[in-house]
């Protein structure tokens, strides 16, 4: 019993204060995880979160639900997952409700429609640090074609961008790994 | 109340998302918003932004924040839980079920490139996001407020560091002060 009360605590808290995305909820998830119960230590956290960026899906549920299941099995994973997501979703769906009822008022509309542009900007930076980590990983100019090829077809035919990353993972995946020739002569 | 045709709408379209979301919630961002507005019409463009600018003021995921408001709106409490069991449990399944074949590869360049690939093509969707945002803006708060807007999200986000609901709770202020000074 003990221990689904733990999970509870853990990752409600991890939830209700991870204000501002994925990236902010990762410490107080290891603070939780790892300082305050020792499941898991620091360096297998690290290790938890390399493999949950190689997998698809949100990363805060996955890590939640893993550590859970290592915690107390499924239940442990059910209860871990629903500490994390449903105290937001709710609060979001009141939030919704209330905003249809008021909207038309011209102190409210003034406030949603100021955040809008927040969210751009948001969504600016967020996609320029995308550009810039992708353009650390490979070539530059890679990146910059593979933007332009992207947004020409989705521009020209309306491509579904599902389809998109579908391929590319499919690429990702078959494309020949790079024998280790670079190693074997040496170049670091 | 929803059919039963729509709830497996929606579970397709949260599952498909989610399962295609490399490089975590902010990723299926683009994703969801193709699949809500675009194939299945569940929310206008504008109810979209609205969710998001709202999710983005509360705290949590926000994959599951998107999947959770959404599913309300296609099938009350019911369609919440269809679309989050759809945006969590595959690739948590996946996680549990893979995670010591990935740790034995997780330096195999294969692995390692999955996330790195699918970058460039996020970033655009985002940046098209981002450009219907601030049309949306436009059209709706005039030039100068959104500029201001713009500008002191970029000073605060970017030079500052300010937290994101910090921001968010001073373009509330801001927006609500123009509000009511339009009452008079």
């Known amino acids: 019993m003990r221990k689904y009360k733990d999970v509870t605590m853990a990752f409600l808290r991890a939830g209700v204060l991870g204000f501002g995305g994925g990236a902010v909820c990762l410490p107080l998830i ?38 859970g299941y290592r915690v107390a099995g499924v239940v442990g994973a059910t209860i871990a997952v629903c500490a994390t997501i449903v105290p937001s979703v709710v609060m979001l769906v009141f939030l919704l409700e209330v905003l249809a009822n008021v909207r038309e008022h011209p102190i409210v509309a003034g406030m949603t429609g100021a955040i809008v542009p927040v969210v751009g900007m948001m969504m600016a930076l967020m996609t320029w640090q995308i550009l810039t980590s992708a353009a650390k990983e490979i070539k530059g100019v890679l990146v910059g074609v593979n933007v332009a090829v992207v947004a020409f077809l989705i521009a020209m035919f309306d491509l579904h961008p599902a389809i998109i990353v579908a391929s590319t993972i499919v690429f990702a995946l078959l494309k020949p790994e790079p024998k280790q020739k670079t190693l074997k002569e040496g170049v670091d | ?151 002191g999200s970029f000073y605060f986000l970017e030079k500052r560091k300010t937290h994101p609901s910090l921001v968010i709770g001073m373009a509330l202020v801001y927006g609500g002060i123009v509000g009511a000074v339009s009452l008079f």
């Open chain 1, 30 to 67: 290891q603070r939780e995880a790892v300082n305050t119960y020792g499941w898991i230590t620091d360096d297998e956290f690290g290790e938890l979160v390399a493999i949950s960026n190689t997998l698809p899906g949100p990363i805060n549920t996955k890590l939640a639900g893993y550590i």
């Open chain 2, 1 to 151: 109340m929803a059919t039963l045709i729509e709830y497996l709408e929606l579970f397709w379209a949260f599952f498909t998302t989610n399962i295609l979301g490399y490089g975590g919630g902010p990723a299926t961002i683009p994703l969801v918003q193709h699949e809500v507005v675009e194939v299945y019409g569940w929310m206008t463009e504008y109810q979209f932004i609205e969710m998001l600018a709202a999710g983005n003021a509360l705290p949590g995921p926000i994959a599951t924040k998107m999947a959770g408001s959404v599913g309300f709106i296609v099938g009350n409490w019911l369609g919440v839980a269809v679309a989050l069991v759809a945006a969590v449990v595959p690739s948590l399944i996946l996680k549990i079920l893979l995670m010591n074949f990935l740790l034995k590869h997780k330096d195999s360049p294969r692995v390692k490139r999955l996330s790195t690939y699918v970058k460039p093509t996020i970033a655009v969707l985002l940046g098209m996001i981002m450009i219907q945002n601030v049309t949306i803006s436009f059209s709706n708060l005039g030039l100068i407020h959104t500029v201001i807007l713009l500008a």
